[in-house]
């Protein structure tokens, strides 16, 4: 069955965007996933097609009304309501790859791409949104944080990255960062590449690549090397540097 991803915005013209190339544009072309947009202001219901109004309590900026975002939901899930509804939003959980493989098991995802200072609360609540953050920082609107989490997962889905791409030993699919790359030719700029890849071992290429992943994981994210500590049950023992 096809992966079904439905995108609710007020600016359908965002999408497929950077979707539409490469490997994910392929797997499109090849039916592997679907992409449909729904245009948030055609399910407003004045002549001015309002989507959004002021702030109860005050302050700058506009709110995105309850009511006409219920019904571009509704809309979506018209077919039914199996697909998780996600709202990208700051505030939302961090997006991880453990969330992308569950949201790739399902049938698909409908995302919800706020604008303005986002959406009112009510309906966010009343729709059992899942919100997800794609990092610390504030975008103008949804739709790029979208884009990103249809990138993450479309990639997963099966058939779409070849063999030679597969994501077993990626980043995070450990729950540690990946370790260095490196390819011809073996002597730049001065620069060699650690001797133990062009030797042929095996072994010894697979032991030096998961003490580099251990040793960068360490010194970038301490939260990582953390957990990945805890769900091993014990302090890591490896301390190869990685470059
Ligand atoms: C200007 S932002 C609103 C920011 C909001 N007032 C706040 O302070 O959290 C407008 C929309 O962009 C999207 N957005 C902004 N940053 C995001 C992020 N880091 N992750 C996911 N979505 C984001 C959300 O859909 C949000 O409703």
């Known amino acids: 069955m096809t992966w079904k991803a439905t995108a609710l915005t007020l600016f359908p013209e965002m999408f497929p965007g950077s979707l539409g190339l490469s490997l994910a544009g392929r797997a499109l072309r090849e039916g592997r996933w679907s992409l449909d947009t729904l245009d948030i202001r055609s399910f407003a219901h004045d002549r001015h097609r309002t989507v959004d109004d002021t702030p109860f309590g005050g302050g700058a900026g506009m709110v995105m009304r309850p009511d006409v975002i219920d019904a571009a939901c509704a809309a979506a899930q018209a077919e039914g309501a199996e697909r998780p509804l996600v709202y990208l939003t700051p505030r939302g959980r961090p997006l991880q790859q453990s969330l992308v493989r569950d949201l790739v098991a399902g049938p698909g995802v409908i995302l919800l791409c706020g604008r303005y200072e986002g959406v009112d609360q009510r309906v966010i609540e009343s729709r059992g949104m899942i919100e997800v953050s794609i990092g610390d ?14 990138d993450a ?91």
Do not use: Q
């Not at 920082?137 to 249809?150: K, N, R, T």
């Not at 099966?158 to 260095?180: H, K, Q």
């Open 137 to 150: 920082y504030v975008l103008s609107g949804g739709e790029p944080a979208a884009l990103v989490l249809l």
């Open 153 to 243: 997962c479309v990639r997963l889905l099966p058939g779409v990255m070849g063999a030679v791409e597969s994501g077993e030993e990626e980043s995070f699919s450990t729950g540690l960062l990946e370790y260095p790359h490196y390819t011809r030719p073996a002597e730049w700029n001065g620069r060699a590449v650690p001797p133990v890849l062009l030797s042929g071992h095996h072994a010894e290429v697979a032991k030096w690549r998961r003490g580099a992943s251990e040793a960068i994981t360490r010194e970038r994210r301490p939260d990582l090397w953390a957990r990945f500590n805890e769900n091993k049950g014990g302090p890591a023992s490896a301390s190869t540097r990685p470059v």
